[in-house]
């Protein structure tokens, strides 16, 4: 999550929630998917599921839902009086119990999705910075690297695992120039067309390359995921980083952290999204947010261990405290909205750090260097090790407290 609060940033996304019915390049869902998991709930399980993790104010989802005694309706489409019918049962279902204790990972599915592209599009993605005369560091190609790390001990484990990419190129087929239509539209829909031609053309460019990096990039991993791998897990590696004080003048930040995300808090202006909307009832009754917030919360706690680092801490409204684990919080980004199946996103390190950088920078190694007085693995190494830990904390010890919906 590089570099957040960027004007192109709130233009593009912003303005991308406040308008359309569907978020860009989205098509109208289709609700009777839905069906499978009618009288899977109880009226108590889905408010509480709504509540506690998807959407903890009632004011931003009052308008799109309704919640009655043998059921819920849910808006189909904004504008429109059409309603999605949800019926609830009586007595809660017999569970799926996640208590068998594993003696390897053997038969479990993990898709490790390494973070943005990276390479020679890291500049684009604004995941791409250099100190002085030093190697560029690039996000993609980190998470990448902490991904084949990763790989390797989960195979060890007996897991299955896929990358859900192999390299520093795109998933995607497409390229920006692909998305001039959409480029063109986007600025005749807002009323930008009295710009001056440079100053326009630089926002055409910028909107044609988001499109792609960001939204169809998305997308195409998630056909993926959704189509062919169809994992047990997805497991997104990033590195954070802070905002430059002086992006002309970039300075290494004295704070690093952690933290681990899980899908939830849909904000108001993201369920008057038809396609979020339905991507978030969809979730919800499936009842990933259940392991979600178990692998997360032991996770958090491995990267705790391992990195020495403390939570961070969300102070706006887009993210939500999930359970008692310090650094679990709840956000609605799109490859957890998207990958139709548990994911925990990974966001430890500030990369722009000085603690974090001097390891960045050594690059990986075997053993152990001696790095700011003291002796530590590559920061590659230790990543990849404190997810396994987790992982393995999660599915290879009793765990019999968490339950899930019975799968229709």
Request: charged share 30%; proline share 5%; aromatic share 10%.
């Amino acid at each position: 999550m590089w570099f957040r609060i960027f004007w192109f940033g709130c233009l593009f996304i912003g303005w991308g929630v406040l308008y359309p019915k569907t978020s860009s390049v989205e098509t109208l869902p289709k609700w009777s998917l839905l069906d499978p998991w009618q009288k899977a709930l109880t009226k108590d399980q889905f408010q509480q599921a709504l509540s506690q993790v998807y959407c903890p104010r009632k004011e931003w989802w009052k308008s799109w839902i309704v919640i009655e005694k043998n059921g819920a309706r849910i808006r189909k489409q904004a504008g429109k009086d059409e309603w999605y019918q949800l019926s609830f049962c009586e007595k809660p279902k017999k569970s799926t119990t996640l208590g068998t204790k594993r003696e390897s990972l053997k038969g479990l599915r993990i898709a490790l999705d390494p973070g943005h592209i990276g390479g020679k599009y890291s500049e684009m993605e604004s995941r791409h910075f250099v100190i002085g005369k030093g190697v560029p560091v690039k996000e993609g190609d980190l998470s990448l690297q902490v991904a084949k790390k990763l790989d390797a001990i989960l195979s060890s484990l007996g897991a299955e695992v896929f990358l859900v990419r192999e390299k520093s190129e795109p998933v995607t087929s497409k390229k920006p120039k692909d998305f001039a239509k959409e480029a063109e539209e986007w600025i005749a829909g807002r009323g930008l067309a009295h710009l001056k031609k440079e100053e326009k053309g630089k926002l055409i460019k910028k909107r044609r390359e988001m499109l792609f990096y960001r939204v169809s990039e998305i997308h195409a991993r998630a056909k993926l995921v959704n189509e062919k791998i169809r994992p047990n897990l997805v497991v997104c590696l990033h590195l954070n980083a802070s905002a430059w004080k002086d992006p002309e003048k970039k300075e290494l930040s004295e704070t690093n952290d952690y933290h681990v995300l899980v899908n939830g808090c849909y904000m108001g202006g993201e369920l008057a999204l038809d396609d979020q909307r339905f991507e978030m009832i969809y979730r919800l009754l499936n009842g990933w947010h259940e392991l979600e917030q178990k692998v997360a919360e032991n996770v958090s706690v491995a990267l705790a261990e391992a990195t020495g680092l403390p939570p961070f801490s969300y102070r706006g409204p887009n993210a939500l405290k999930i359970g008692k684990v310090e650094g679990v919080w709840a956000r609605n980004l799109l490859a957890n909205r998207l990958y139709r199946c548990p994911v925990v996103f990974l966001e430890p390190y500030r990369a722009n750090s000085k603690g974090a950088y001097e390891r960045i920078k050594a690059g990986t190694y075997e053993g152990t260097r001696e790095i700011g007085g003291v002796p530590r693995i590559s920061l590659v190494d230790e990543y990849a090790r404190a997810v396994a830990e987790g992982l393995k904390k999660n599915y290879l010890e009793p765990v019999s407290e968490v339950t899930l919906p019975a799968t229709p």
